[in-house]
């Protein structure tokens, strides 16, 4: 059974930094690549950053270039999401999934993580 479980969200103030957490199973993560997506309130799920799958190469959205980080632990079966100089608009539920420009295991979204920025 494919599993994704995303934490390390919180409410954090303008400016600040969070690292997210995507533990998975069921499948081979060092044979996907992975990614992040973002749900903010009345809006689509949104694509934030990809991680080819030995960790080469990555590609962010506009609005997230320069403040976050994705990576990945193969031996973990772990990836992650620095977030840094954080601002309100990136206020949503974070989920991972496998893909690099696509979530391929669109069956399997997990529960999310929710990222508040807030004064």
């Known amino acids: 059974q494919v599993r994704f479980v995303e934490s390390g969200g919180g409410l954090v103030q303008p400016g600040g930094s969070l690292r997210l957490s995507c533990t998975t199973s069921g499948f081979i993560f060092s044979q996907w690549a992975m990614s992040w997506y973002r749900q903010a309130p009345g809006k689509e799920r949104e694509l934030v950053a990809a991680?080819?799958?030995?960790?080469?190469?990555?590609n962010y959205a506009d609005s997230v270039k320069g403040r976050f980080t994705i990576s990945r632990d193969n031996a973990a079966n772990t990836v992650y999401l620095g977030m840094n100089s954080l601002k309100h608009d990136d206020t949503a539920v974070y989920y991972c999934?496998?893909?690099?420009?696509?979530?391929?295991?669109?069956?399997?979204w997990g529960q999310g993580t929710q990222v508040t920025v807030s004064l």
């Open positions: 999934n496998a893909g690099f420009t696509r979530a391929t295991m669109p069956t399997y």
């Open positions: 991680i080819s799958s030995a960790g080469v190469n990555t």
